[in-house]
């Protein structure tokens, strides 16, 4: 028996090493595991930091109002290029009110229409290719989708155009906003998609038409936007002097700086149109546009903005016409909420009165106008870039002083026999006229 327990603990003793070799073998394998698990983690941050990056850096997609590609409607061409579909429908039934028009030379007085209007419904094509050493070309090709049925035969009417981005910015041709009209459209609370929209007041002038307007998408058009650097970033803007005669050289500039980091954001933007024609059609001039604004983003869904513009206006001295001068301020504020699914926004602007040598109506004095709008929406999905389908209700109404001809209007307004002509085919028009407008819309991105 003694010997037995003897054997017993000298053949333990023996095997001792060797169930330790095995203990250790589990562990190795389990450090293994954890280490593969982990670089797979790796792996997968890394990938969705790239994708973050590249769609951080989208141009077409920044410009265009819509967000970055959603890769279900993305065909890959080749090896390094993809092409996607991206757009906006949206479609509003509006009842439309002009009032008080006593001073103007409208026919429309004292009028109530309904309508169906397609606002800014778009529709686009973009793609980019990789060139080497960071730098890829890019397109954009957008243009209206007037489901309403207004005609519009026109294609790449939109923000159009072709170009090359890389870490050192973005440089394209083509037909674009111009960098002063995108300012505008960041500090409005429904990023000027309906006839709410601070272009009531803002970029535009009273009795001067469509002459000159500081809010355009212009053809013909050279631009450069550099990278943000800790939060700024800015835009060079100019048109080929196409439409240049023997006597005048029209094209325009736009130059924007731009802040926007955490919560802050802040602007500062200038623009001039030479040789307009505002004041007088053929005479020579400079016209300038300058703003600055703001806003905070608070953390609980609220949103504050702000913007005051000055314009001013300068014809030359022509035979039979002398110099002419013309300016005025105007000012808006936004502010918009989001809780859940709704969301209410509402803004308010005021344009001052006119000063300068161009008298129009016989003077300067009551040139004005004010406006506010409000807006109740439901995303019906939730507040996703893409794919997103909202209902909104909204209301909008702009006072005119008795010599003053703003106008609540959008650039895809239904206008003609089917509508209320909205649009300033007259110094004035619409003097004096009260707008009301009351909505209800839907509108989808995909």
């Known amino acids: 028996m003694m010997k037995q327990k003897h054997l017993a603990v000298i053949v333990g003793a023996m095997l001792a090493p060797t169930f330790a070799l095995a203990q250790s073998a589990d562990r190795v394998d389990a450090l293994i595991a954890q280490v593969q698990a982990m670089n797979a983690k790796v792996q997968a941050m890394n990938a969705e930091i790239a994708s973050l990056k590249a769609a951080q850096s989208a141009p077409a997609a920044q410009a265009s109002g819509v967000s970055a590609s959603d890769k279900k409607n993305t065909v890959k061409i080749g090896t390094n290029a993809e092409v996607t579909l991206y757009g906006r429908v949206m479609a509003q039934v509006e009842n439309v009110k002009v009032s008080n028009n006593w001073a103007g030379t409208s026919t429309d007085h004292n009028l109530t229409k309904n309508r169906v209007s397609a606002h800014n419904s778009n529709i686009g094509f973009k793609g980019e290719m990789d060139v080497g050493n960071g730098t890829a070309a890019f397109f954009q090709i957008e ?7 207004t005609a519009d035969s026109s294609f790449a009417n939109r923000n159009s155009g072709v170009g090359f981005k890389g870490p050192w910015g973005t440089a394209l041709v083509g037909r674009w906003n111009t960098p002063y009209k995108d300012q505008t459209i960041k500090v409005d ?7 709410a929209a601070n272009t009531f007041v803002m970029g535009q002038v009273s009795q001067l038409g469509d002459d000159d307007i500081f809010h355009a998408r212009l053809p013909n058009t050279i631009q450069y936007w550099t990278p943000k650097v800790n939060g700024f970033s800015g835009k060079v803007f100019f048109t080929a002097n196409e439409e240049k005669t023997t006597t005048t050289n029209p094209y325009t500039t736009s130059l924007t700086l731009d802040y926007d980091q955490g919560p802050l954001f802040a602007l500062v933007g200038y623009e001039t149109h030479k040789d307009s024609g505002a004041l007088t059609a053929t005479a020579t001039g400079k016209d300038k546009g300058m703003h600055v604004g703001g806003g905070y983003r608070f ?3 609220t949103t504050i903005s702000a913007i005051w513009e000055k314009l001013s206006f300068h014809s030359d001295a022509i035979v ?18 989001k809780f859940n699914q709704v969301s209410l926004r509402g803004g308010y602007g005021r344009a001052g009165n006119q000063s300068g040598t161009n008298a129009m109506l016989g003077g300067n004095s009551e040139t004005g106008a004010k406006g506010f709008y409000g807006i109740v929406g439901y995303a019906l999905n939730g507040w996703k870039a893409l794919d997103k389908t909202e209902v909104f209700a909204q209301y909008v109404r702009l006072n005119n002083d008795r010599n003053a001809s703003y106008i609540v209007t959008n650039s895809d307004t239904n206008a003609g026999a089917g509508g209320l ?3 300033k085919a007259g110094a004035n028009r619409w003097a004096g006229a009260t707008f009301n407008a009351m909505t209800l819309g839907v509108m989808t991105y995909f």
């Open 143 to 149: 243009q209206r989708a007037p489901i309403d049925g």
């Open 189 to 195: 609370p429904f990023n000027e998609t309906t006839l």
């Open 299 to 301: 953390s609980q869904g």
């Open 320 to 337: 039979g016409t002398a110099a002419a001068d013309m300016s005025r301020n105007a000012w808006f504020l936004g502010a918009s909420h």
């Open 421 to 423: 002509n909205m649009t």
